[in-house]
């Protein structure tokens, strides 16, 4: 594999609240302290699950991704990562107060600034927004744009609201003004099941069902004109999985076609809308075990541009360093691992 | 080309249709605030009745949340799936390039003019005083 | 990217030569719950007089969700005599059996059938008044063969409906929807399913329904686009629960039909279960198989709304991956995203190929061969 590549999505964790202590006000951590609140993990990744942690990432006695040690020797060097996206899924988008969750995202974003941007020049971040208010996620973009180590916007795939809705707007024109990616991330607050059918019973249907999950936060998106009014977004889905887009593709173009009236800002078909404004990462892959047939669908997708090249270290979705898909032609390998981050990420080339 | 006349336009006043049948093929005869306009009843999604379908307006959208709403009548949906044509041009809303209606030549000429130029009425019995429809297929 | 000039389909030549086709969801249509009065119990008729349905949804009329067009329907299909579409059975028969030469059409009486009601008892005396009322009304037309309505959030109630015409052979299926109130896949609903295995019946898993969650993990869309293109999510969900609860392990010779829901979603989402299933192993033990082989064995899928991928083609790809013996044609007559027999592939298929999709796999499905 080429060194240099660009991971579009890698998770340090947050090795407990208390790492975060020293980036709070006063006033919020004595209040955590006081009321006792030791964690914020979410259901999303149990600790122990396989999928949390690879079994060589898990380091004895620590979290996974917890130190910057443990990511450059367990992913930045073996992989020969040029730069590295990290989306750190630390659960401050599930609290319902929503000035404790801008208190928590800010901290985390602090944190993610002190420990891992300033001592490490191979990694780039997300910021973490307070989605459950608009208005204070605005304020934390608004306050970190200037540094262009942050290179994308992090909500997670299931909020409260389907994310096209309009009262998200503000946190999508404050990132096109800023030239930032929204980064759609698998994961939910849990404000409603995970399905339209309920709680699933296990953790395996939780994970399966971030794809469906994904494909109706894209009908959001498109059919309230997100896209329309911010022609210059983009949105990266992370960890989606991506052998899903062109059954997707297919059925909510070929339903505008018919019901255009009931959303006439959606001006050209949304197939092509995905292919302009909408890229996923490639971890999760979900392939077909024949190659054959996993290259026939990447043909159906239309466009080499949508793939960005993904790690989702710790993430336990391949072994060894199989960390690309099999059965990639060579050109878009390589399209993948640099050019279509590079394009999706105007940040990248300003500091790289 | 043959020029077949189809009705008179007293039994299409402005607002109306009829389906009319030439060379086996049924064709729709719209009047929108005067102007005639032939469409092929056959929707080329599926194959759908098209000119048994809904007129309406265009809806337009400078942004989402604005409705701008124009050309009452001269949208038609296919009663199928809903697909909008443009009762002028034949062409579809969503993908005017590549998705249209077949769509014809009408005028209107008068009853001496048709005996005049010999053309076709097959059932429409063709009278001095009257004006007619007549369909370029 | 241009889109490709949507080709008009070639008319296959099953009209021309009258192919002998098997319809998988035809919707016959009550007019009112006058229609089921002489079927129904006198306290349930007080109930629909007085306090109507009560679905779970907002409004008395319906979805909150307005449709595209009335009823949901082809604007063509209201018949000449008067009712709604598809209530009347000469002009279903007229339009749609003759038309297309249907020997075998599936009837799936969805909407405001007692299944989703927030008073469960009531809703299974509607359930119950439904099955009565295709019985005596549509199964007449010996083309014609019926799902049994079930009200599914009621096991017991829906096991003895099951039992009440298990041995009818008019009736060919048990009648669900995606959107239950729980994962269907769960503990509370075996007993659904290992009666309808006993009878014999497939279950037919109809899009919609209106479990009281919203149709997406994240909220309520705003728009009835989503809703409708939604139905493949909530399929995949629906589809998710059952496999991975182990209903497919724990019940042999169960059998399932995902109807109207399209089916391109299908591959991707087997080769997702598939790989979590391999990673999370220790979370089903009870699970001995791929979820893919599950799926590959007792899961068929009506292929309306078919897909329309640019070049349209491409949909041949995905019928490939998904198997041509899982899939059973459909209209969904009279709704409006209807499909019709001639025109619904992109290419004459080989005639072996174009019999199964068109017939024999519903035939067999069925026990109709």
Same mark, same amino acid.
Request: glycine share 6%.
């Given at each position: 594999?080429?060194?240099?590549?660009?991971?579009?999505?890698?998770?340090?964790?947050?090795?407990?609240?208390?790492?975060?202590?020293?980036?709070?006000?006063?006033?919020?951590?004595?209040?955590?302290?006081?009321?006792?609140?030791?964690?914020?993990?979410?259901?999303?990744?149990?600790?122990?699950?396989?999928?949390?942690?690879?079994?060589?990432?898990?380091?004895?006695?620590?979290?996974?991704?917890?130190?910057?040690?443990?990511?450059? &020797?367990?992913?930045?060097?073996?992989?020969?990562?040029? &730069?590295?996206?990290?989306?750190?899924?630390?659960?401050?988008?599930?609290?319902?107060?929503?000035?404790?969750?801008?208190?928590?995202?800010?901290?985390?974003?602090?944190?993610?600034?002190?420990?891992?941007?300033?001592?490490?020049?191979?990694?780039?971040?997300?910021?973490?927004?307070?989605?459950?208010?608009?208005?204070?996620?605005?304020?934390?973009?608004?306050?970190?744009?200037?540094?262009?180590?942050?290179?994308?916007?992090?909500?997670?795939?299931?909020?409260?609201?389907?994310?096209?809705?309009?009262?998200?707007?503000?946190?999508?024109?404050?990132?096109?003004?800023?030239?930032?990616?929204?980064?759609?991330?698998?994961?939910?607050?849990?404000?409603?099941?995970?399905?339209?059918?309920?709680?699933?019973?296990?953790?395996?249907?939780?994970?399966?069902?971030?794809?469906?999950?994904?494909?109706?936060?894209?009908?959001?998106?498109?059919?309230?004109?997100?896209?329309?009014?911010?022609?210059?977004?983009?949105?990266?889905?992370?960890?989606?999985?991506?052998?899903?887009?062109?059954?997707?593709?297919?059925?909510? &173009?070929?339903?505008?076609?018919?019901?255009?009236?009931?959303?006439?800002?959606?001006?050209?078909?949304?197939?092509?809308?995905?292919?302009?404004?909408?890229?996923?990462? &490639?971890?999760?892959?979900?392939?077909?075990?024949?190659?054959?047939?996993?290259?026939?669908?990447?043909?159906?997708?239309?466009?080499?541009?949508?793939?960005?090249?993904?790690?989702?270290?710790?993430?336990?979705?391949?072994?060894?360093?199989?960390?690309?898909?099999?059965?990639?032609?060579?050109?878009?390998?390589?399209?993948?691992?640099?050019?279509?981050?590079?394009?999706?990420?105007?940040?990248?080339?300003?500091?790289? | 080309?043959?020029?077949?006349?189809?009705?008179?336009?007293?039994?299409?006043?402005?607002?109306?249709?009829?389906?009319?049948?030439?060379?086996?093929?049924?064709?729709?005869?719209?009047?929108?605030?005067?102007?005639?306009?032939?469409?092929?009843?056959?929707?080329?999604?599926?194959?759908?009745?098209?000119?048994?379908?809904?007129?309406?307006?265009?809806?337009?959208?400078?942004?989402?949340?604005?409705?701008?709403?124009?050309?009452?009548?001269?949208?038609?949906?296919?009663?199928?799936?809903?697909?909008?044509?443009?009762?002028?041009?034949?062409?579809?809303?969503?993908?005017?390039?590549?998705?249209?209606?077949?769509?014809?030549?009408?005028?209107?000429?008068?009853?001496?003019?048709?005996?005049?130029?010999?053309?076709?009425?097959?059932?429409?019995?063709?009278?001095?005083?009257?004006?007619?429809?007549?369909?370029?297929? | 990217?241009?889109?490709?000039?949507?080709?008009?389909?070639?008319?296959?030549?099953?009209? =021309?030569?009258?192919?002998?086709?098997?319809?998988?969801?035809?919707?016959?249509?009550?007019?009112?719950?006058?229609?089921?009065?002489?079927?129904?119990?006198?306290?349930?008729?007080?109930?629909?007089?007085?306090?109507?349905?009560?679905?779970?949804?907002?409004?008395?009329?319906?979805?909150?969700?307005?449709?595209?067009?009335?009823? =949901?329907?082809?604007?063509?299909?209201?018949?000449?005599?008067?009712?709604?579409?598809?209530?009347?059975?000469?002009?279903?028969?007229?339009?749609?059996?003759?038309?297309?030469?249907?020997?075998?059409?599936?009837?799936?009486?969805?909407?405001?059938?007692?299944?989703?009601?927030?008073?469960?008892?009531?809703?299974?005396?509607?359930?119950?008044?439904?099955?009565?009322?295709?019985?005596?009304? $549509?199964?007449?037309?010996?083309?014609?063969?019926?799902?049994?309505?079930?009200?599914?959030?009621?096991?017991?109630?829906?096991?003895?409906?099951?039992?009440?015409?298990?041995?009818?052979?008019?009736?060919?299926?048990?009648?669900?929807?995606?959107?239950?109130?729980?994962?269907?896949?769960?503990?509370?609903?075996?007993?659904?399913?290992?009666?309808?295995?006993? =009878?014999?019946?497939?279950?037919?898993?109809?899009?919609?329904?209106?479990?009281?969650?919203?149709?997406?993990?994240?909220?309520?869309?705003?728009?009835?686009?989503?809703?409708?293109?939604?139905?493949?999510?909530?399929?995949?969900?629906?589809?998710?629960?059952?496999?991975?609860?182990?209903?497919?392990?724990?019940?042999?010779?169960?059998?399932?039909?995902?109807?109207?829901?399209?089916?391109?979603?299908?591959?991707?989402?087997?080769?997702?279960?598939?790989?979590?299933?391999?990673?999370?192993?220790?979370?089903?033990?009870?699970?001995?198989?791929?979820?893919?082989?599950?799926?590959?064995?007792?899961?068929?899928?009506?292929?309306?709304?078919?897909?329309?991928?640019?070049?349209?083609?491409?949909?041949?790809?995905?019928?490939?991956?998904?198997?041509?013996?899982?899939?059973?044609?459909?209209?969904?007559?009279?709704? $409006?995203?209807?499909?019709?027999?001639?025109?619904?592939?992109?290419?004459?298929?080989?005639?072996?190929?174009?019999?199964?999709?068109?017939?024999?796999?519903?035939?067999?499905?069925?026990?109709?061969?």
């Amino acid at each position: 594999m080429l060194g240099g590549a660009i991971d579009c999505d890698l998770h340090p964790s947050v090795p407990n609240l208390r790492a975060l202590h020293p980036y709070m006000t006063d006033h919020w951590r004595d209040i955590i302290v006081q009321r006792g609140l030791s964690e914020l993990e979410s259901i999303a990744y149990p600790a122990n699950s396989p999928l949390t942690a690879r079994p060589d990432w898990r380091p004895e006695g620590r979290k996974p991704a917890s130190t910057l040690d443990l990511v450059r &020797t367990q992913a930045l060097d073996p992989f020969r990562i040029g &730069t590295a996206i990290c989306n750190c899924l630390y659960g401050v988008q599930l609290l319902f107060s929503e000035d404790m969750g801008a208190g928590m995202a800010r901290a985390l974003n602090d944190w993610m600034v002190a420990e891992w941007l300033d001592k490490e020049p191979r990694l780039r971040a997300s910021i973490v927004v307070p989605v459950q208010n608009p208005e204070l996620a605005v304020d934390e973009i608004e306050r970190l744009a200037g540094d262009t180590r942050f290179v994308q916007v992090l909500m997670l795939v299931m909020g409260d609201m389907p994310l096209g809705k309009r009262l998200y707007w503000p946190i999508y024109a404050a990132a096109e003004r800023h030239n930032l990616p929204i980064g759609i991330h698998a994961g939910s607050s849990y404000r409603h099941p995970v399905t339209p059918l309920g709680w699933p019973t296990y953790y395996t249907e939780d994970y399966a069902a971030q794809a469906p999950a994904f494909q109706q936060a894209l009908s959001s998106l498109i059919c309230e004109g997100v896209f329309s009014k911010y022609p210059s977004l983009k949105v990266v889905l992370l960890e989606s999985g991506f052998t899903w887009l062109p059954a997707h593709m297919w059925r909510l &173009t070929k339903f505008w076609r018919g019901l255009r009236m009931e959303v006439p800002w959606v001006d050209r078909a949304p197939a092509d809308i995905m292919r302009s404004n909408v890229r996923l990462t &490639t971890q999760p892959c979900d392939a077909p075990p024949d190659r054959a047939i996993f290259q026939r669908l990447l043909d159906h997708m239309g466009s080499d541009e949508l793939l960005l090249f993904s790690s989702d270290y710790p993430h336990w979705q391949f072994d060894g360093d199989e960390i690309l898909p099999d059965g990639l032609p060579d050109g878009l390998a390589k399209k993948i691992m640099f050019d279509n981050p590079r394009a999706t990420y105007a940040r990248l080339t300003e500091t790289v | 080309m043959p020029r077949h006349v189809v009705a008179t336009t007293t039994e299409i006043p402005a607002g109306t249709r009829k389906l009319v049948t030439v060379r086996g093929r049924r064709i729709g005869i719209f009047n929108l605030n005067g102007e005639y306009f032939g469409l092929f009843d056959r929707c080329p999604h599926q194959g759908g009745s098209l000119c048994l379908g809904l007129t309406t307006g265009l809806v337009e959208a400078p942004e989402p949340g604005t409705y701008e709403y124009s050309r009452r009548g001269e949208i038609l949906r296919c009663p199928w799936h809903g697909w909008e044509f443009d009762i002028r041009t034949g062409q579809s809303v969503t993908d005017p390039e590549s998705i249209r209606a077949r769509s014809y030549q009408v005028e209107v000429a008068g009853g001496t003019e048709v005996i005049e130029r010999k053309l076709v009425a097959e059932t429409v019995p063709v009278m001095v005083e009257e004006n007619y429809i007549i369909v370029d297929v | 990217m241009n889109v490709q000039v949507a080709a008009r389909p070639t008319v296959q030549s099953a009209n =021309a030569s009258k192919l002998a086709i098997a319809d998988g969801d035809i919707h016959p249509q009550r007019n009112s719950y006058k229609d089921l009065f002489p079927y129904m119990e006198q306290r349930w008729i007080e109930m629909a007089k007085t306090f109507g349905s009560r679905p779970r949804q907002a409004y008395q009329a319906g979805p909150a969700y307005p449709k595209s067009q009335p009823n =949901a329907s082809r604007r063509d299909a209201w018949p000449p005599e008067g009712g709604r579409p598809g209530s009347s059975l000469p002009f279903l028969r007229q339009q749609l059996l003759d038309e297309n030469n249907i020997q075998l059409g599936i009837l799936n009486p969805t909407g405001d059938n007692g299944a989703s009601f927030q008073n469960r008892e009531f809703g299974a005396g509607v359930a119950q008044a439904m099955n009565r009322w295709v019985e005596a009304e $549509w199964l007449i037309e010996p083309r014609l063969k019926g799902s049994i309505v079930v009200p599914y959030e009621d096991t017991e109630a829906a096991v003895a409906e099951i039992e009440r015409w298990a041995g009818d052979p008019r009736f060919v299926q048990v009648l669900m929807v995606t959107r239950t109130a729980n994962p269907p896949g769960q503990k509370q609903y075996w007993k659904i399913y290992e009666a309808a295995a006993a =009878a014999n019946l497939p279950i037919g898993v109809h899009a919609f329904g209106f479990g009281g969650y919203p149709v997406s993990g994240s909220g309520w869309p705003s728009y009835y686009i989503e809703d409708m293109v939604g139905h493949a999510q909530s399929a995949q969900s629906f589809l998710a629960s059952m496999v991975i609860e182990g209903v497919f392990e724990r019940i042999p010779n169960f059998k399932m039909v995902m109807i109207e829901s399209g089916f391109a979603w299908l591959p991707s989402l087997a080769w997702r279960l598939d790989k979590i299933w391999n990673r999370l192993k220790v979370e089903t033990p009870h699970l001995k198989r791929a979820p893919s082989e599950y799926i590959r064995e007792s899961v068929w899928l009506t292929t309306q709304p078919m897909e329309e991928p640019q070049p349209r083609e491409h949909v041949l790809d995905a019928l490939d991956w998904i198997g041509w013996d899982r899939l059973l044609f459909a209209t969904d007559y009279p709704h $409006w995203d209807f499909d019709d027999p001639t025109q619904v592939l992109p290419m004459p298929l080989p005639e072996q190929q174009r019999r199964d999709f068109f017939f024999n796999n519903a035939m067999k499905l069925y026990r109709q061969a």
